[in-house]
């Protein structure tokens, strides 16, 4: 080897060494936080916010050792590094009992904390209405068990080097939508997309990627709705999610059955991370049914 290319690879290895470092030393990235323009309105509705929190909420906060959304070891895989959900108890100091209305509207839509962090591992709600959002806060706001406070952390999240690049160079927020209109329940189709997409998020897991996936386009994301999304276990075993294109090759009445009790046909039952969503009415997972029924099918299935 000559010696001009020792001292190509020589400064090779310095540039990577002092990437790393100037990396690893780095403060997170901090963004600018909107509040000012949020006006909380009449249309609270704590029943939607329990049936939202319990659907969305509840299968990355709850803790089974207090019963409360105490927050629980992250089932990432730990190439990740060591993530825990958050404390959003209403209690003042670990959970969320300081936080205005405000703040947990725009982090919840963008994924921005009140601090300026950014979440990149939870699903943003950029796209939930106004009152659906709302309600959600209500509800942690209200008596239930599941949000009396707990005054601990299980633990304190550690990213990773590669988590560390991910969010300063590729993981952004997402785009900040100070007002979302209800959505008209008669349009079937575009009700049942909303409850699919933004309110209920399957799409999130049910397409290809739910770290990339399109909040204020969602018909964009990759394989949307196709599947192949991997998720994990307690034990660690992948489970890809499942194509829902074509739906047809269900009744509807399997469908409600699988979405509603968490069983196929077949009396499989379906595993971790899909849950009963027992909470959803009928006509909600029948919008759904007839949302994805609209979409073309998927044509590797
Ligand atoms: C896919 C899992 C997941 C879902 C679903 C989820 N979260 Fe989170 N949440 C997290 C993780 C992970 C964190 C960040 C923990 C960290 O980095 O310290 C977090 C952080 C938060 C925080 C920030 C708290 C703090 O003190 O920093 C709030 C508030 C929050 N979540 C509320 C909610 C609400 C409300 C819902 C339901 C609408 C929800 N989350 C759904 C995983 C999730
Ligand atoms: C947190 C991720 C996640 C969310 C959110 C989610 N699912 Fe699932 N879903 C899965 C996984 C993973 C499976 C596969 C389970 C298995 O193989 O045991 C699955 C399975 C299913 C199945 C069974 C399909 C089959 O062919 O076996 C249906 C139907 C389904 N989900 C519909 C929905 C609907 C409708 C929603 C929204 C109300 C939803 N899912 C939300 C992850 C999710």
Known sequence: MSNKSKIFIVALCLIVLFSVLYINVQKEPK????????????????????????????????????????????????????????????????????????????????GIRRDGS?????????????????????????????????????????????TKVLVKYFFKPAKWIAHVPDIDKRDTITWGKYISTVKYSCANCHSGNNIFYNNLRPE??????????????????EIITPSLRPVERYSRAEFIDMVKYGFRKD????????IPFSMLDDDEVNAIYVYLQSLDKDENY
């Not at 964009?220 to 075993?237: A, I, L, Q, T, V």
């Not at 009396?267 to 899909?274: E, F, N, S």
Request: some cysteine; hydrophobic content about 30%.
């Open 118 to 162: 950014y979440v990149f591992d939870m699903p943003k709600y950029s796209l939930l209405s106004d009152n659906d959002i709302y309600s959600v806060i209500a509800f942690l706001r209200s008596d239930d068990e599941l949000v009396q406070p707990i005054h601990s952390n299980i633990g304190e999240t550690k990213y990773s080097f590669l």
């Open 220 to 237: 964009k994301s990759w394989r949307y709705f196709k599947g192949g999304d991997p998720h994990y276990d307690e034990n660690n075993n």
């Open 31 to 110: 963004y600018p936080v909107q509040t000012d323009h949020i006006h909380l309105n009449e249309g609270v509705n704590l029943n939607e916010g329990r049936k939202m929190t319990q659907a969305i909420c509840m299968s990355c906060h709850f803790n089974p050792q207090t019963n409360r959304l105490s927050g629980v070891k992250h089932g990432n895989p730990s190439k990740f590094g060591d993530i825990y959900s958050a404390n959003i108890t209403k209690d003042s100091v670990f959970g969320i009992g300081t936080w205005t209305d405000e703040e947990l509207v725009y982090f919840l839509r963008t």
């Open 267 to 274: 009396t499989i039952v379906l595993r971790r991370p899909m």
